[in-house]
């Protein structure tokens, strides 16, 4: 297993409302987080990092989870706990008030992978094929999209692109997507931000996660795209990977 994080302030922005991290619990299991913060100077930052650090601490905390079933229902109450907090902490602070984040998380239990979203951050897998987007937008584009008012192509260019439905600690209550499905060797899991994929085409990540260069490579050579188009946000993703077990010498086949 392969696993990497990495974050960029972007060539605009004063600072970075992003945040995330990849974490293990007592039975090393994988929890990877990544969050892009909003509401403010300073409340994105909160926000994000408060979701980042929530969900590692409990994550830490967690012996292990022994089934997709046990991972869906942890990451739900996780979010919900999550929500909560940064809820109450808008609520009593009030620089912070109306503060929230987007977040996508993925659980990884061998070769299953449990997925789950708020908001425009997203999820991808990339094969040897194909790279295939595993998160639905709760955007105001992909709205307009789903119901056939504008097209995909008008969504990229749409000025509200980046208004969000659904976020993270915004509201009392909030529900996230959930699922979980197969990881096959040598597939490739992208976390990442919308400062990512407002810059660089599905086509382009699927061809430079192909080129199969360290993922530290992978990822710096995906924000270095992001920011030669011009940067206006910051850039944050989580790339992990499944490698094929290589033999040992004097192993037979």
Known sequence: MKAHFQTDRGQVRSHNEDSGGIFYNAANQLLAVIADGMGGHQAGDVASQMATQLLQEKWEKTE???SPDEAETWVEKAIADANTSIYQYAQEN??????GTTIVIAILLHDILTIAHI?????????????SQ?????????????SGQISKDE???????????????????????VHSLNFKLDDTLLLCTDGLTDKVSDNEIYSLVQ??????????????????????????????????PTKKVGESS
């Open 64 to 66: 292990g989870l022994n």
């Open 94 to 99: 009030e620089e912070c008030f109306g503060m």
């Open 119 to 131: 908001g425009d951050s997203r999820a991808y897998i990339i094969s040897d094929e194909t790279i």
């Open 134 to 146: 595993i998160t639905e937008d709760h955007s105001l584009v992909n709205a307009l999209v789903q």
């Open 155 to 177: 969504a990229a260019h749409h000025p509200r692109k980046n208004v969000v439905l659904k976020a993270l600690g915004t509201e009392g209550t909030v529900t996230c997507d």
């Open 211 to 244: 080129a199969k260069s360290e993922l530290s490579d992978v990822g710096q050579n995906l924000i270095t795209l992001a920011n030669e188009r011009g940067g206006e946000d910051n850039i944050s993703l989580i790339l992990i990977q499944r490698e094929t």
